[in-house]
Every structure is written in structure tokens, then in C-alpha cells.
């Protein structure tokens, strides 16, 4: 029985057909994990996976890799060079035996400038473009068990994100980077494999700079502080935000600020149904901010997708105009930034079904101490 690496590996060959390609070659990306379930990070040496349009692919590996990817990948046509070798020679002969010389070949998009350069000086009559081309509008629609995984990830964040706002008064006075530790020890308590991305504790005016990440500064009373963090669950992030105050009385006009955006990601959310456009859940959610007077405020997208990739496709922007389908996953998260005082974002994940959408965060939205 095929199993679903294999299965998406034959999806891919046969959008390589469509876009009128010959050959995805990929490096190590989450694209390669997508289709052979070999994981690695990139390094210095040549690490290829080659998918032919027609044909089995095949591994160009370094020679100490043989064993392992033997092991870890359904593909069987393992290639190897030795350190001291030119992996150059293995990459054309191979190339030779799958007939891509001339060849219109779709690199991995993350591929290093190093191995882009060598793929076009080894086989300089073939023509290259983005393996994203069909690769993306595959990884954008989840099956039910990458669903499963993502939504087991967004409960995780939510149950320390509960956990956290419980330390009520605790806060005070804790440094960002303290508490930004203390979310990634629990979400690694809590079963978490590791954190999806800098976990971000922007206290006060540090959160109005949307990828703040965490600082020395201490949370006072009435410091507004966005929560924006995640874990890896077998192999899929959580990515939820919250902003709250620990303990005190807030700036005047926080409350408002919190209810628009709240407004804001509610509507996003609500406009998420199969059929709609990405730019049109974007405008839901904006016209709410613009509403309430914030709109030069929102100074980002309103969501991207989630998947292998904390951002991926389908990215919910303005003149994005991709029909959502059943599968897709990505977050609604507008904020407000008011510069030198403080921000507000919230964010959840949400799946769209056949019908409609579902969150896969839930955990209470109020600012308020819980
Ligand atoms: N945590 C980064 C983001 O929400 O996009
Ligand atoms: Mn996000
Ligand atoms: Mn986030």
C-alpha cells in the first residue's frame, strides 16, 4: 500500500505535468519532508531530491546519509557521493538518466544561492522556476490527520496560554524574556516538541512592533502585554495570540482598542467559508478596524497559512484572490499598534470546512484577569 508521502509525491508529479515542468529538485525544506518523510536541516552539502514529471525520483545524498534516508524515506533510488568527490558529477549523471539536461526544473523555494548557482553551472541548457508553483496549492489543503495534528497543537497553546494568565499578579515585574521562558517551559511540559517561533511578549509599548520576540523590560501593572506563541506538535505549529493585562488598570483607551480588534477577528473569522476569496476575509476583518478609526493602525496582512510552515499559503492579503477550500488552514489575527503605547492583536487558527470554518484555538479573548 502506497503510503501518503508516496501519494503526495505522485500529486506533485502530475501538477509537474500540468505546468508543463520536468522536475521538482529539492533540498532540505519542509518541501522535502512533504513528499519523502526525510526531515533535515539545510547544510553545505548536496543534498537533492530529484521528481521527475515522469519517473521515480532519486536522492543525490552525501554518502553518510545513505543509511538513514534508506530508513527514514519511502523513496528507494538512494544516490550517494563522498566527501572529497564533486557532487557536481552525481548531480549530472543523474540528471542524464532522467533526461533533464534541457530540461524546465522547480527548485525547492528555500533552496541556498549556493546549490541554485551549481544546479545552473552543472546543467546550463535547463531553465528553472519556484517548486512552490506546485508544490504550495498542494500543502495548502490539509487532510484530516494534518488537521488533527494542528488543531492537538492549538489546544496545546491554549492550555498554557490559560496557565499563563492565571500567574495573574505573578507577572509583575517578571522581565518579557522570564515569562517568555516560562510559556516555553510549559509548552514543553505540556507535550510541545519545541517552540513554533520566537515567542513573542510585547509588554506595553514593546507591543505595538508585531514581531517584537521578548526584551528585558519588566510587566508593570496596567501594561497591556500581547501573547503570541506556539509549539510544535508532530510536526505541526500551534500560532496563537492574546493580549491581556496581568494586573492594574489599563490606558484609557486600551478597552476600545481591545473590542475593535475583537470585533475585527470575530467578523474575519465569521467570513471564512469555502468559495470566498483569501482578500476578502482580510477585508471583513479591516473593515471593522477602519471602523472604530484604527485603520492606519493595522499595518499588517490579516493571516497566512499554517501548516509544516508557520507562514505558508494561502496568505489572507489584499489582491490575494485564491478561493479558500475545504482543508485550508491560517490564521485571522489583525491588531492594532498604537506607536509608543501599546498593541493589541488576537489570533486564531481556523480550518475551513465544507460548510463554514472551525477555530482551532479557543481559549477566552477577554483582556481581562481570568
Ligand atoms: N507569530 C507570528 C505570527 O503570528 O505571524
Ligand atoms: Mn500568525
Ligand atoms: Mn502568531
Redesign the pocket.
Known amino acids: 500500500m502506497p503510503n501518503v508521502f508516496a501519494e503526495r509525491t505522485r500529486r506533485c508529479r502530475r501538477r509537474l505535468r500540468a505546468v508543463d515542468a520536468d522536475a521538482a529538485v529539492l533540498f532540505p525544506s519542509t518541501n522535502l519532508f512533504y513528499v519523502s518523510e526525510f526531515r533535515e536541516h539545510p547544510g553545505e552539502r548536496h543534498l537533492l531530491l530529484f521528481v521527475p514529471a515522469d519517473g521515480d525520483p532519486v536522492f543525490v545524498v552525501p554518502d553518510m546519509y545513505g543509511e538513514q534516508i534508506a530508513d527514514e524515506s519511502w523513496v528507494a533510488d538512494v544516490r550517494t557521493w563522498s566527501d572529497g568527490d564533486d557532487p557536481l558529477d552525481l548531480v549530472s549523471a543523474v540528471a542524464d538518466d532522467l533526461d533533464l539536461r534541457g530540461g524546465h526544473l522547480l527548485v525547492d523555494d528555500t533552496m541556498w544561492a549556493l546549490f541554485t548557482q551549481d544546479l545552473r553551472r552543472a546543467l546550463p541548457e535547463a531553465t528553472f522556476g519556484l517548486a512552490g508553483e506546485v508544490l504550495e496549492p498542494l500543502r495548502m489543503r490539509k487532510d484530516e490527520s494534518e488537521i488533527e495534528t494542528l488543531s492537538r497543537a492549538g489546544e496545546l497553546a491554549d492550555e498554557v496560554c490559560v496557565e499563563i494568565r492565571k500567574l495573574g499578579e505573578d507577572a509583575i515585574g517578571m522581565t518579557e524574556r522570564e515569562l517568555a521562558g516560562e510559556i516555553e517551559t510549559r509548552l514543553a511540559e505540556a507535550g510541545g516538541e519545541e517552540p ?3 515567542t ?1 511578549v510585547g509588554s506595553g509599548p514593546n507591543g505595538a512592533k ?2 517584537h520576540g521578548h526584551g528585558d523590560r519588566r510587566i508593570d501593572y496596567g501594561d497591556p502585554v500581547v501573547l ?3 509549539a510544535f506538535v508532530d510536526g505541526y505549529p500551534g ?3 492574546r493580549t491581556v493585562v496581568f494586573a492594574g488598570t489599563p490606558p484609557e483607551e486600551f478597552d476600545r482598542v481591545h473590542r475593535a480588534v475583537l470585533d475585527a477577528q470575530r467578523a474575519g473569522v465569521e467570513a471564512v467559508e469555502p468559495g470566498v476569496t483569501a482578500e476578502s476575509v482580510d477585508r471583513a476583518a479591516r473593515e471593522v478596524i477602519e471602523s472604530y478609526g484604527y485603520g492606519e493602525q493595522f499595518i499588517h496582512r490579516t ?2 497559512g499554517v501548516g509544516l510552515d ?2 505558508e499559503g494561502p496568505y489572507i492579503v489584499s489582491g490575494n484572490d485564491r478561493e479558500l477550500e475545504p482543508g485550508m488552514v491560517f ?1 485571522v ?1 489583525p491588531g492594532v499598534y498604537l506607536s509608543g503605547e501599546f498593541g493589541v ?1 488576537i ?1 486564531d487558527l481556523v480550518v475551513v470546512t465544507e460548510d463554514g470554518r472551525e477555530r482551532l484555538n479557543d481559549s477566552p479573548r477577554t483582556w481581562r484577569a481570568l
Open positions: 513554533a517561533f520566537d513573542i508585531p514581531h503570541d506563541f506556539g500560532d496563537q495570540t493571516g497566512h508557520v507562514h490564521s489575527e492583536r489570533e
